[in-house]
């Protein structure tokens, strides 16, 4: 999913009163498609569920859509002509973070130099989604629970209770059962935020989607005019269907814009499917093994690898390593490289 636009500074005739306000991200008009029964047991669960107020908490591998299913909650609940407000819990540090939740008064830390609205406040009258939401630090989780408790926040830095009317609805690829048990995760917030629990089904369980996946990424995806009039030869389309899918439905995405911009004919052919789609089997040689090559030297090449295969997109990388967004930022400060890929290239 692409990040929403984190603030943006409104005109005032009061430059010292001048407030940082972020804008509500704006809802995507992807289709939620499928045809399978395990899909269609989700959206009947999603239609009886968006009409109430109750916080719902998404289950589900990374890239299976757990934000699209959010933003169905929000477009057919009361909510649906108020704001829809996103924001991942992995891709930011505990401070950055709370300032980006609840706001922060001028002042408040070097830096803040005007008032700046937090996108719970923003979204007052509407939905908050927060994903990756098993990643809050014990900090985080306290404050989120007070609020959801007392239905009111305080900016850092300020005195003053705001009061904010919103709907919860939360993601994780975590078991978050089980970090309530290891201590990670307050039981209390686990309680607050799973009135409903949904679970998005991985790809491969829902393998019958793919051809009418396939086809919508191919013709509407970022590069579909490149691949305008392409189509899976028979072949192709049970090599495909054959694969798991481990990054679920980001990676045939992803998998769908490498074809549309450099398979060769209007004809997708085997052999411009990926190595490791046609041959998920393939292992690596033991005479690959470099002994001057340390494991932490190896990581490191690997995840830079990955951030450039993606054009620096951190999400993407993220996904396809299998590691949180908020494991490749804390790998990246690691290595000193996280300045460069501060700002991915969007593909």
């Known amino acids: 999913m692409s990040d929403f636009d984190k603030s943006s500074i409104l005109p005032s005739?009061?430059?010292?009163?001048?407030?940082?306000?972020?804008?509500?991200?704006?809802?995507?008009?992807?289709?939620?498609?499928?045809?399978s029964e395990v899909m269609r047991q989700l959206m009947r669960m999603v239609e009886r569920v968006a009409p109430s107020q109750a916080t719902v908490l998404i289950l589900g591998e990374?890239?299976?859509?757990?934000?699209?299913?959010?933003?169905?909650?929000?477009?057919?609940?009361?909510?649906?002509?108020?704001?829809?407000?996103a924001i991942n819990c992995g891709a930011l540090r505990e401070t950055l973070l709370e300032s980006e939740l609840f706001?922060?008064?001028?002042?408040?830390?070097?830096?803040?130099?005007?008032?700046?609205?937090?996108?719970?406040?923003?979204?007052?009258?509407?939905?908050?989604?927060?994903?990756?939401?098993?990643?809050?630090?014990?900090g985080i989780q306290s404050k989120l629970l007070r609020f959801l408790q007392e239905g009111e926040i305080y900016r850092v830095g300020g005195k003053d209770p705001v009061k904010v009317d919103i709907r919860l609805i939360s993601a994780t690829n975590r078991e978050l059962e089980k970090e309530v048990v290891r201590g990670n995760f307050r039981?209390?917030?686990?309680?607050?935020i799973n009135t409903i629990m949904v679970q998005t089904p991985p790809l491969r369980r829902r393998k019958e989607d793919i051809p009418m996946l396939?086809?919508?990424?191919?013709?509407?995806?970022?590069?579909?005019?490149?691949?305008?009039?392409?189509?899976m030869a028979e072949e192709s389309m049970k090599i495909m269907m054959k694969y798991d899918w481990p990054g679920n439905i980001r990676e045939l995405q992803n998998t769908?814009?490498?074809?549309?911009?450099?398979?060769?004919?209007?004809?997708?052919?085997?052999?411009?499917?990926?190595?490791?789609?046609?041959?998920?089997?393939?292992?690596?040689?033991?005479?690959?093994?470099?002994?001057?090559?340390?494991?932490?030297?190896?990581?490191?090449?690997?995840?830079?690898?990955a951030l450039n295969y993606f054009e620096g997109n951190k999400t993407q990388a993220a996904n396809a390593l299998g590691i949180t967004i908020k494991t490749l930022y804390n790998k990246l400060h690691e290595y000193g490289e996280f300045d460069k890929y501060a700002v991915h290239t969007k593909k």
């Open 187 to 192: 039981e209390d917030l686990f309680y607050r």
């Open 256 to 305: 769908c814009e490498r074809l549309q911009i450099l398979a060769d004919g209007h004809i997708i052919m085997p052999n411009d499917i990926p190595e490791h789609i046609r041959n998920p089997e393939f292992k690596a040689t033991i005479e690959d093994y470099d002994p001057t090559l340390t494991v932490h030297e190896l990581e490191k090449r690997y995840i830079i690898k």
């Open 13 to 35: 005739s009061n430059e010292q009163s001048q407030t940082l306000i972020p804008q509500a991200k704006m809802l995507e008009n992807s289709p939620i498609i499928y045809k």
């Open 62 to 85: 990374s890239g299976t859509g757990k934000e699209l299913i959010a933003q169905q909650i929000h477009k057919c609940s009361t909510r649906k002509d108020k704001p829809f407000v």
């Open 103 to 138: 706001g922060h008064e001028r002042g408040a830390f070097t830096g803040a130099y005007a008032r700046k609205i937090g996108l719970a406040e923003v979204a007052n009258g509407g939905s908050l989604f927060l994903d990756e939401i098993g990643e809050l630090s014990p």
């Open 214 to 231: 396939i086809e919508h990424f191919l013709s509407k995806g970022t590069n579909g005019i490149l691949g305008r009039g392409r189509q």
